[in-house]
């Protein structure tokens, strides 16, 4: 379908939920097709969408995977200033001097194989998209490449760290990485709307289509397998499920108030954000800080948002050519700021 004719027969259906809080703007500028957005019990949704749809989370899954890992922590299964190698012998090169800290926080310096060509969910892949990979052949791309700078040297985001991270989790429990989030997560919290697809193409109902650009006509890519992004952002979730994990998160719930205090130990990023261990911290314009994570794979963005009280997590599909930025960034002025 030609991009023009899309934006022109698109449906606009805004949930009433949020008569105050500019949703809508983010189909009507042109840079989504659906939004929905869910602050504390009441959620709404604008463009032919639900608001229980389901939506790629991307690298929300960061946090669910740091989260096991702190567990882990508090278990003394795992020390975080223990070197990788500890845990994974032989897999990291320079393991001895790449702590597991670093690995979750992005200071080890590890090239991020999702910048080779091909080997990103962010980009259209054609057949390729729908291939199977194994964390072994993700981690032979990465350390391919020399790393960005020595260990604890600098910040550099590698979805590669996450990789490793998930193959930590396995090593030390003997069981999948998805399997243990389902077990310490997912059951507890009773998040029945989220899941690790691994190979599955597809996402549950409702949900709205992701799409791309290919030679200027607008293309449906929804269905992928996942494989490529594994532990680094593989998993499908809710905007309920999300605020429930991040609210039981932020309550010490998941974790001992030591760990949850690890995890908010920001080191400077980029100009948007700080990172802790698998949390982002983001200034807002009106100077309030909101703690999260945030998401993307190709069709799909998830901004996960947390201050005090109040959780909003926000998915979107966003359009090629469209930048819902601006729009988005008016939809948390509203609500933590307003």
Not at 301 to 327: F, I, Q, R, V
């Amino acid at each position: 379908m030609n991009l023009t004719a899309f934006l022109a027969s698109a449906v606009l259906a805004v949930s009433p939920n949020f008569p105050a809080l500019p949703l809508q703007q983010i189909v009507d500028s042109g840079g989504a097709s659906t939004a929905v957005l869910r602050v504390d019990a009441e959620s709404g949704a604008a463009g032919p969408v639900t608001p229980n749809a389901y939506f790629r989370i991307g690298s929300v899954t960061k946090t669910f995977v740091a989260t096991v890992i702190l567990q882990l922590v508090d278990e003394q299964r795992v020390r975080l200033d223990d070197p990788i190698a500890r845990y994974l012998p032989g897999v990291v090169p320079d393991g001895e001097r790449i702590t597991v800290r670093q690995v979750l926080d992005h200071t080890s310096g590890i090239y991020d194989y999702a910048h080779d060509p091909g080997w990103s969910t962010n980009r259209w892949r054609g057949a390729e998209r729908f291939r199977h990979y194994e964390p072994s052949q993700l981690l032979e791309v990465a350390f391919s490449h020399p790393p960005y700078f020595p260990p604890g040297t600098g910040w550099h985001y590698s979805n590669t760290n996450y990789i490793v991270a998930g193959l930590l989790i396995e090593r030390v429990t003997g069981r999948s990485y998805g399997a243990e989030i389902s077990r310490r997560i997912l059951r507890p919290l009773r998040l029945t709307q989220t899941s690790l697809p691994g190979d599955r193409p597809g996402l549950p109902s409702p949900h709205a289509p992701g799409y791309t650009s290919v030679d200027g006509e607008l293309v449906d890519a929804t269905l992928m397998n996942p494989s490529l992004d594994w532990a680094a952002g593989e998993m499908i979730s809710t905007t309920a499920d999300v605020n429930r994990f991040f609210e039981a998160l932020f309550a010490a719930r998941l974790t001992s108030k030591a760990a949850l205090a690890e995890m908010r130990r920001y080191v400077p990023a980029t100009e948007l954000f700080e990172y802790g261990l698998g949390l982002q911290r983001f200034r807002l314009p009106c100077g309030t800080t909101v703690e999260g994570h945030s998401g993307q794979i190709l069709g799909y963005t998830t901004y996960s948002t947390h201050s005090g009280s109040t959780h909003a997590t926000l998915s979107y599909n966003p359009l090629p050519g469209g930048d819902a930025s601006s729009a988005v960034l008016g939809v948390f002025t509203a609500i933590y700021c307003d």
